[in-house]
């Protein structure tokens, strides 16, 4: 899987993602934000999860940044990737925000790392990084 | 939410009924032996299936019943998910 790239704006990480009902039919692309803070898949406003047909069948409640829990929150099973990517399967939850989000789960299941370099978001596949790891330790021990 | 014959509950009923569940049968239990742990309760067969993740949890327990109404919790915690600061900050 090549390395995939996503934007900038007012400092904050965008990427474009395609989401999926069934694995199969892929919604337009999405500009989502990456919240690094946040640790599930996708978080999607309610017109564009009613749009792409997404059917809730699962609550959970979130924790906020000030240690508190919210109000139950509705969850669908469905499957999400960058624009040009394999999909892969999470959970997205059904929110009041405006933005759709994508968190720390989306990025381990896509086997992505995120780097910010020089004004550019690039999200490389874990194995290359792995690769990058091994040379370096092995240029160490010589 | 799934439609079929059966009613739809709402957002809150779903996780209520979940919560006052995983209290009543499964906290005590799996606080003390899977904490951090993600658990899913089927709000109809009161069954929980527990996984290392989110995800996993609520597919496990679609698998045994398709068509079940689900509240995932994570074991000994009050939210199972971090929200972020945007998600924090924008509500």
């Known amino acids: 899987m090549p390395a995939r790239y996503g934007?900038?704006?007012?400092g904050?990480?965008?990427?474009k993602i395609v989401i999926s009902v069934d694995g199969?039919?892929?919604?337009?692309p999405i500009v989502a934000l990456i919240d690094t803070g946040f640790s599930d898949f996708i978080s999607l406003p309610l017109i564009q999860a009613t749009q792409i047909g997404l059917k809730p069948h699962t609550t959970t409640r979130y924790m906020l940044a000030n240690g508190k829990p919210t109000e139950p929150i509705p969850v669908a099973t469905g499957f999400a990737c960058i624009e040009g990517d394999t999909l892969v399967r999470g959970l997205i939850s059904i929110s009041e925000l405006?933005?759709?989000?994508?968190?720390v789960a989306?990025?381990?299941a896509c086997r992505k790392g995120l780097m910010i370099v020089a004004g550019t978001v690039i999200f490389l596949p874990e194995d290359e990084i792995e690769a990058l790891q091994k040379k370096q330790q092995a240029a160490t021990k010589s | 939410m799934n439609t079929d014959s059966k009613p739809v509950p709402s957002s809150r009923q779903i996780a209520e009924r979940g919560e006052a569940i995983y209290k009543e049968k499964y906290a005590k239990k799996l606080e003390a032996a899977e904490p951090g742990k993600f658990v899913a309760i089927n709000i109809t067969s009161e069954e929980a299936t527990i996984s290392e993740t989110a995800?996993?949890?609520v597919r496990l327990?679609?698998?045994?019943?398709p068509s079940g109404f689900f509240h995932l919790i994570r074991i000994g915690k009050e939210g199972a998910i971090e929200a972020g600061w945007y998600m924090s900050h924008a509500r």
Not at chain 1, 24 to 28: E, H, I, Q
């Open chain 2, 55 to 57: 995800e996993a949890a």
């Open chain 1, 7 to 10: 934007h900038l704006d007012r």
């Open chain 2, 61 to 65: 327990a679609m698998e045994k019943d």
């Open chain 1, 24 to 28: 199969v039919t892929r919604s337009a």
């Open chain 1, 106 to 108: 989306f990025l381990q």
């Open chain 1, 98 to 103: 405006s933005s759709p989000l994508v968190g």
């Open chain 1, 12 to 15: 904050h990480p965008y990427v």
